[in-house]
T-cell receptor
Framework: EDQVTQSPEALRLQEGESSSLNCSYT??????LFWYRQDPGKGPEFLFT???AGEEKEKERLKATLTKKESFLHITAPKPEDSATYLC??????????FGAGTTVTVRA | DGGITQSPKYLFRKEGQNVTLSCEQN?????MYWYRQDPGQGLRLIYY???????QKGDIAEGYSVSREKKESFPLTVTSAQKNPTAFYLC?????????????FGDGTRLSIL
């Protein structure tokens, strides 16, 4: 059974204080690892797909990296508008996604 | 703009009542999905459909039913057999045919018990 564990559960940052979120996974035959951002009361918003170990993707202050066992989402010099819950999901050989419980990031001005 | 529309945003269910959540997409995606989100847990898959007139049970299908009569629409019925229906329900869609395609989500329906 595919398993996804995200840590920490919650992260409080000062504006400009860079940090990283972790997504550890166990899956048989990784086809893709996905990062989403979810604001309160909204649906998840797609950020990145990573397909193979060593791959990196960037978008504004966010950078996602992938190894064979985990993925990191690095937030560089965060702003209050980066406050959200960040979800990680993995996809194996079928079309289903297995999600982690998420990391809730709060950035204080 | 293309996207996924879920309605209503809030829904209340009385005991013994079936309720139906609407999901419509104009992204021309073949695949559609229903998830349930509870506090502190990851999204859990209820049902999914890769093509019109075909759908499969996900991990927590008991107490739910779906139909897929049109490509654009994938309604979810929460039946009275679902004893703990209070949750945030999310609909998603994606391209079909290759794994690794991202799923795109609507803004959810929050279901509560009266």
């Amino acid at each position: 059974e595919d398993q996804v564990t995200q840590s920490p559960e919650a992260l409080r940052l000062q504006e400009g204080e860079s940090s990283s979120l972790n997504c550890s996974y166990t899956v048989s035959g990784l086809r893709g690892l996905f990062w989403y951002r979810q604001d309160p009361g909204k649906g998840p918003e797609f950020l990145f797909t990573l397909y193979s170990a060593g791959e990196e993707k960037e978008k504004e202050r966010l950078k996602a990296t992938l190894t064979k066992k985990e993925s990191f989402l690095h937030i560089t010099a965060p702003k209050p508008e980066d406050s959200a819950t960040y979800l990680c999901a993995v996809q194996a050989n079928d079309y289903k996604l297995s999600f982690g419980a998420g990391t809730t990031v709060t950035v204080r001005a | 703009d293309g996207g996924i529309t879920q309605s209503p945003k809030y829904l209340f269910r009385k005991e013994g009542q079936n309720v139906t959540l609407s999901c419509e997409q104009n992204l021309n995606h073949d695949a559609m999905y229903w998830y349930r989100q509870d506090p502190g847990q990851g999204l859990r898959l209820i049902y999914y459909s890769q093509i019109v007139n075909d759908f499969q049970k996900g991990d927590i299908a008991e107490g739910y039913s779906v139909s897929r009569e049109k490509k654009e629409s994938f309604p979810l019925t929460v039946t009275s057999a679902q004893k703990n229906p209070t949750a945030f329900y999310l609909c998603a869609s994606s391209r079909r045919g290759r794994v690794g395609q991202p799923q795109h989500f609507g803004d959810g329906t929050r279901l509560s018990i009266l």
